[in-house]
């Protein structure tokens, strides 16, 4: 079982700047597809920025040029570097390992519990 714990989330004011922290339980070296995702009340959850096979990463246009996906593999972690942040910013966010190597199958994608993030204006 692979677990995702997030942290980092918290009360933010506009223009001001987050990173979020998400650590797994196993070595993701080899785990090309890792990202984060996020989802606002009401609304359904969106990638927000990943990393794909290849090294590539994709970021949502919304966040392009504010956020900034990172990993490191010696301590199993995915980071989200947040700057500039708006309230429509706010959303609970997750982090998300897909080892099927972006296909998607549902047994093995991974989830974290989540980390609340709040930009007030």
């Known amino acids: 079982q692979v677990q995702l714990v997030e942290s980092g989330g918290g ?11 998400c650590a ?11 990202g984060w995702y996020r989802q ?4 359904q ?3 927000v920025a990943t990393f794909a ?3 590539s990463t994709n970021y949502v246009d919304s966040v392009k040029g504010r956020f900034t996906i990172s990993r490191d593999n010696a301590k199993n972690t995915v980071y989200l ?7 429509e910013d706010t959303a609970v ?3 998300n390992a897909d080892l099927s190597g972006g296909l998607g199958l549902r047994a093995y994608v ?4 989540g980390t609340q993030v709040t930009v007030s204006s």
């Open 11 to 21: 009360l933010v004011q506009a223009g001001g700047s987050l990173r979020l922290s």
């Open 24 to 34: 797994a339980s196993i070595t993701i070296f080899s785990i090309s597809n890792m």
């Open 40 to 43: 606002a009340p009401g609304k």
């Open 45 to 47: 959850r969106e990638l």
């Open 53 to 55: 096979r290849g090294g």
């Open 81 to 87: 570097q947040m700057n500039s942040l708006k309230p």
């Open 93 to 95: 966010y997750y982090c």
């Open 110 to 113: 991974y989830w974290g519990q």
